[in-house]
């Protein structure tokens, strides 16, 4: 395998009408910039995250992406302009950078703390953790790409012009409400877009990013032959090509995938997290009056995560810990759901997919906390167990076998953990807050890359 070679790709079964009409390039033309109406609605979409019944169960079609969409399906924001081109790639590989070089199949890559370059054209579907430092993702025109933690204060899209042209490529805001936790729609409302306007391709999805954040002289650039032959001169101090699960070093890696699915992995000691904490009435989308705080420590090796921590001085015991199926007349409802209907949403999801019971205490996909802004989802994705020892107070834990697209989430600094709770214990006529106490984000102030 050649480590640029076009790698032959999958069909896709389900597209959608990619006809650009008049009436979309009406739209295109008219939203070339944001007004401050337009701007305030689309900060009001991004920040809505719950239906009232707080279904915790993901929609029946989550994780059947579609990688084409109609212009008239998407917030229209521009056609790119003009943009530079690319002369060399290697001084954009830091000393502690890492190459990855994705290959057929569907895959998943986790970058490091330092710069990065990731090419991106192989395979059908990437999910794709850049890490920290400036990164570069190389973007072609047969593949679709989630970079779930895009920077567009410092990160790149490179565009391979070989069947593209740069006049057809349009940067969108999808307007798809959908959740579903880590597998939501590539066009949600959260999500900016890059798309082939011509076939409707979606090349790029970065989950809470405005589309209007992207600017053509900074975060688009055209890749060059020059910039591909710059990196075959660069060094490597571990360089590795196969299938399956490869893994970086502290130093500088070169991964080159195969045709299968594969994961293109940091490594283990690439990352740590600091302490998570919760509580102070910073809680999104129901801040409380809660005087508990709670603290979480995680640690992901081989795959793993292992989370401990604690809670105190809560208004209620966590939800279901005290073999409950009903909500107390005492507690607080912030989202206006009838109790019932908040119970039975809670319900839909008896036990996650690796087969933890039903708890208060549950791993949702979203930021808050951060410069992203606060988004929520109200998807389970794991439950931890609740362990009380008081009426205020308690330990928390959870071990989970995490996918690579999972990992991929959790480096990205985009899952989060809500204790919901209920039941005055200790008669003090407090019952605690259901739709959720305290909320602790694993952001990117938690998962520092090394």
Same mark, same amino acid.
């Given at each position: 395998?050649?480590?640029?070679?076009?790698?032959?790709?999958?069909?896709?079964?389900?597209?959608?009408?990619?006809?650009?009409?008049?009436?979309?390039?009406?739209?295109?033309?008219?939203?070339?910039?944001?007004?401050?109406?337009?701007?305030?609605?689309?900060?009001?979409?991004?920040?809505?995250?719950?239906?009232?019944?707080?279904?915790?169960?993901?929609?029946?079609?989550?994780?059947?992406?579609?990688?084409?969409?109609?212009?008239?399906?998407?917030?229209?924001?521009?056609?790119?302009?003009?943009?530079?081109?690319?002369?060399?790639?290697?001084?954009?590989?830091?000393?502690?950078?890492?190459? $990855?070089?994705?290959?057929?199949? !569907? @895959? =998943?890559?986790? &970058?490091? +703390?330092?710069?990065?370059?990731?090419?991106? /054209?192989?395979?059908?579907?990437?999910?794709?953790?850049?890490?920290?430092?400036?990164?570069?993702?190389?973007?072609?025109?047969?593949?679709?790409?989630?970079?779930?933690?895009?920077?567009?204060?410092?990160?790149?899209?490179?565009?391979?012009?070989?069947?593209?042209?740069?006049?057809?490529?349009?940067?969108?805001?999808?307007?798809?409400?959908?959740?579903?936790?880590?597998?939501?729609?590539?066009?949600?409302?959260?999500?900016?877009?890059?798309?082939?306007?011509?076939?409707?391709?979606?090349?790029?999805?970065?989950?809470?990013?405005?589309?209007?954040?992207?600017?053509?002289?900074?975060?688009?650039?055209?890749?060059?032959?020059?910039?591909?032959?710059? $990196?075959?001169?660069?060094?490597? !101090? @571990? =360089?590795?090509? &196969?299938? +399956?699960?490869?893994?970086?070093?502290?130093? /500088?890696?070169?991964?080159?995938?195969?045709?299968?699915?594969?994961?293109?992995?940091?490594?283990?000691?690439?990352?740590?997290?600091?302490?998570?904490?919760?509580?102070?009435?910073?809680?999104?989308?129901?801040?409380?009056?809660?005087?508990?705080?709670?603290?979480?420590?995680?640690?992901?090796?081989?795959?793993?995560?292992?989370?401990?921590?604690?809670?105190?001085?809560?208004?209620?015991?966590?939800?279901?810990?005290?073999?409950?199926?009903?909500?107390?007349?005492?507690?607080?409802?912030?989202?206006?759901?009838?109790?019932?209907?908040?119970?039975?949403?809670?319900?839909?999801?008896?036990?996650?997919?690796?087969?933890?019971?039903?708890?208060?205490?549950?791993?949702?996909?979203?930021?808050?906390?951060?410069?992203? &802004?606060?988004?929520?989802?109200?998807?389970?994705?794991?439950?931890?167990?609740?362990?009380?020892?008081?009426?205020?107070?308690?330990?928390?834990?959870?071990?989970?076998?995490?996918?690579?697209?999972?990992?991929?989430?959790?480096?990205?600094?985009?899952?989060?953990?809500?204790?919901?709770?209920?039941?005055?214990?200790?008669?003090?006529?407090?019952?605690?807050?259901?739709?959720?106490?305290?909320?602790?984000?694993?952001?990117?102030?938690?998962?520092?890359?090394?």
């Amino acid at each position: 395998m050649t480590d640029f070679s076009n790698h032959d790709q999958h069909n896709v079964t389900t597209i959608a009408d990619s006809s650009t009409s008049s009436s979309d390039q009406e739209n295109l033309n008219s939203s070339a910039g944001f007004t401050e109406d337009q701007n305030q609605k689309l900060t009001d979409a991004l920040n809505q995250s719950f239906n009232d019944d707080h279904n915790h169960a993901p929609p029946e079609n989550a994780g059947q992406f579609s990688l084409h969409i109609s212009l008239d399906q998407v917030s229209l924001v521009r056609r790119l302009g003009r943009v530079s081109k690319e002369r060399s790639l290697s001084e954009n590989i830091g000393a502690k950078g890492d190459l $990855l070089v994705l290959g057929g199949g !569907d @895959n =998943v890559a986790i &970058g490091s +703390g330092s710069d990065d370059v990731i090419d991106a /054209r192989g395979g059908r579907l990437n999910t794709i953790t850049t890490g920290t430092g400036r990164d570069t993702i190389i973007l072609g025109a047969e593949t679709t790409n989630r970079i779930l933690d895009f920077d567009p204060t410092i990160d790149r899209l490179l565009i391979d012009k070989t069947d593209l042209k740069l006049r057809d490529l349009v940067l969108a805001q999808g307007k798809n409400p959908g959740k579903g936790g880590i597998n939501q729609p590539l066009d949600s409302v959260s999500n900016a877009l890059l798309i082939d306007g011509r076939s409707g391709h979606i090349l790029a999805s970065m989950p809470f990013v405005k589309a209007e954040q992207i600017f053509d002289d900074r975060n688009v650039i055209q890749l060059s032959n020059s910039a591909l032959k710059s $990196l075959k001169k660069t060094s490597f !101090d @571990n =360089v590795q090509e &196969g299938d +399956g699960q490869l893994n970086g070093t502290m130093g /500088r890696d070169k991964l080159v995938g195969g045709d299968g699915n594969d994961f293109l992995y940091v490594g283990d000691d690439g990352f740590r997290f600091n302490t998570a904490r919760g509580g102070g009435g910073t809680e999104f989308p129901f801040p409380t009056d809660s005087p508990g705080t709670s603290e979480l420590n995680a640690e992901l090796k081989n795959g793993v995560l292992r989370v401990s921590g604690s809670y105190q001085h809560f208004d209620g015991s966590p939800l279901f810990s005290q073999g409950e199926n009903e909500i107390d007349p005492k507690a607080k409802i912030l989202n206006g759901s009838d109790p019932k209907a908040l119970v039975d949403g809670f319900l839909k999801v008896p036990h996650d997919v690796e087969g933890n019971p039903i708890s208060g205490t549950h791993l949702h996909f979203s930021p808050a906390g951060d410069d992203r &802004g606060n988004f929520a989802d109200a998807t389970v994705i794991r439950y931890f167990e609740n362990n009380p020892i008081d009426a205020k107070s308690g330990n928390l834990s959870g071990e989970f076998n995490l996918t690579p697209e999972e990992q991929a989430a959790l480096l990205a600094g985009t899952l989060y953990v809500n204790i919901h709770s209920n039941i005055d214990s200790d008669g003090d006529g407090r019952a605690g807050f259901p739709t959720g106490e305290n909320r602790l984000n694993f952001n990117r102030n938690v998962v520092q890359f090394t």
